[in-house]
């Protein structure tokens, strides 16, 4: 039946945006990539290749919910083990925490790094513009602060987690609201949850004018095109926002300097053929003149969030191998905090 409505936004395979402010976010480019965009249901008390996952409510108001990852304990794991606040991807526009490309990264990554892993259903654009993502984020923390403090109950997180090594770690646009929450929660006292590190993968920095890396349209891949950046930013920033916006140009003059955050250590994820790698090294290298604790991980040969590519890690050697290094780096970094 014809409801009606009429596309007038149209993003690849990802998003249809209709003229009364509604939006489609079921897949409809390639079949064989349809999987990766697929809700993968909790497995509840069940460990399935030795991780158990649930969904928690955590504020039916919004209503504002996570995924919980816990690996299956180790005789030589730590009676507690940190947690990775994940912020997912997708322009800030798409995207679920339950998609099977985030379900089959990230169990595999809290096995690996011996963690816990909770990861944000926020609100999207553009039913929901920027700043909406960066709060539910915020709200996140503030959650595991309420369960440190004892306030709150999560049996899957109370006495199996260590709040004192909390991490924030995020994908594409889930790497710039690791940069906001951060850079939010700096001046407050969190006791007895600490800040122990921040991991922002691939983040979406850019500025209004386009960088080398961008025009390299060799770059481009199914998780990227100029197109999807540019619709994408266009449906989530606030309204009259160019690129240059704090939230996805943070070393530009539109906020704060970076020097005057407070910010954790920093682990910043880039690869050799990511559209954005230009201004994301533009980036590292303004928190390293701003005297920030920051460290580099640069997957070489693999494009903007390979590693979220299932047919790519099974298939592509390069690929493989440099999903096992992104693993590693995360992992070292997380002991190390």
Same mark, same amino acid.
């Given at each position: 039946?014809?409801?009606?409505?009429?596309?007038?936004?149209?993003?690849?395979?990802?998003?249809?945006?209709?003229?009364?402010?509604?939006?489609?976010?079921?897949?409809?480019?390639?079949?064989? &990539?349809?999987?990766?965009?697929?809700?993968?249901? +909790?497995?509840?008390?069940? &460990?399935?290749?030795?991780?158990? *996952?649930?969904?928690?409510?955590?504020?039916?108001?919004?209503?504002?919910?996570?995924?919980?990852?816990?690996?299956?304990?180790? +005789?030589?794991?730590?009676?507690?083990? +940190?947690?990775?606040?994940?912020?997912?991807?997708?322009? &800030?526009?798409?995207?679920?925490?339950?998609?099977?490309?985030?379900?089959?990264?990230?169990?595999?990554?809290?096995?690996?790094?011996?963690?816990?892993?909770?990861?944000?259903?926020?609100?999207?654009?553009?039913?929901?513009?920027? %700043?909406?993502?960066?709060?539910?984020?915020?709200?996140?923390?503030?959650?595991?602060?309420?369960?440190?403090?004892?306030?709150?109950?999560?049996?899957?997180?109370?006495?199996?987690? /260590?709040?004192?090594?909390?991490?924030?770690?995020?994908?594409?646009?889930?790497?710039?609201?690791?940069?906001?929450?951060?850079?939010?929660?700096?001046?407050?006292?969190?006791? %007895?949850?600490?800040?122990?590190?921040?991991?922002?993968?691939?983040?979406?920095?850019?500025?209004?004018?386009?960088?080398?890396?961008?025009?390299?349209?060799?770059?481009?891949?199914?998780?990227?095109? $100029? /197109?999807?950046?540019?619709?994408? $930013?266009?449906?989530?920033?606030?309204?009259?926002?160019?690129?240059?916006?704090?939230?996805?140009?943070?070393?530009?003059?539109?906020?704060? %300097? $970076?020097?005057?955050?407070?910010?954790? %250590?920093?682990?910043?994820?880039?690869?050799?053929? /990511?559209?954005?790698?230009?201004?994301?090294?533009?980036?590292?290298?303004?928190?390293?003149?701003?005297?920030?604790?920051?460290?580099?991980?640069?997957?070489?040969?693999?494009?903007?969030?390979?590693?979220?590519?299932?047919?790519?890690?099974?298939?592509?050697?390069? *690929?493989?191998?440099?999903?096992?290094?992104?693993?590693?780096?995360?992992?070292?970094?997380?002991?190390?905090?």
């Amino acid at each position: 039946m014809d409801s009606g409505k009429k596309v007038v936004e149209n993003v690849s395979g990802w998003l249809r945006v209709f003229d009364d402010g509604s939006a489609d976010r079921s897949w409809i480019g390639p079949k064989e &990539f349809e999987f990766l965009a697929t809700p993968v249901p +909790p497995s509840g008390d069940q &460990f399935v290749d030795g991780v158990a *996952t649930r969904d928690v409510m955590i504020d039916p108001k919004s209503p504002l919910s996570v995924r919980i990852y816990v690996p299956e304990k180790q +005789p030589d794991d730590d009676p507690k083990l +940190p947690i990775l606040l994940h912020f997912h991807g997708g322009g &800030f526009c798409i995207s679920r925490a339950s998609w099977y490309m985030y379900y089959h990264f990230y169990t595999r990554l809290v096995k690996s790094a011996r963690a816990i892993c909770v990861s944000v259903e926020m609100r999207l654009a553009p039913e929901h513009r920027l %700043p909406a993502a960066v709060d539910d984020c915020y709200s996140a923390l503030m959650w595991l602060r309420s369960l440190a403090l004892g306030e709150l109950t999560e049996p899957w997180l109370g006495a199996n987690s /260590d709040f004192s090594r909390v991490f924030l770690i995020g994908d594409s646009s889930g790497g710039n609201l690791v940069q906001e929450v951060a850079a939010r929660a700096g001046p407050e006292d969190w006791t %007895p949850l600490r800040l122990a590190g921040a991991v922002p993968i691939h983040p979406g920095f850019v500025r209004a004018e386009r960088s080398g890396s961008e025009l390299r349209i060799e770059y481009e891949t199914p998780f990227l095109t $100029l /197109d999807m950046l540019d619709k994408f $930013l266009a449906l989530a920033l606030p309204p009259g926002s160019t690129k240059d916006h704090p939230i996805t140009c943070p070393m530009g003059p539109g906020g704060p %300097p $970076l020097a005057d955050l407070l910010l954790p %250590p920093f682990l910043v994820v880039v690869a050799e053929n /990511d559209l954005m790698r230009d201004t994301e090294m533009e980036y590292i290298e303004e928190m390293k003149k701003a005297r920030k604790d920051v460290e580099v991980a640069d997957n070489q040969g693999v494009g903007h969030c390979f590693y979220l590519n299932k047919i790519a890690v099974d298939l592509d050697p390069i *690929t493989a191998v440099q999903t096992e290094s992104l693993i590693s780096a995360i992992s070292d970094f997380v002991r190390r905090h």
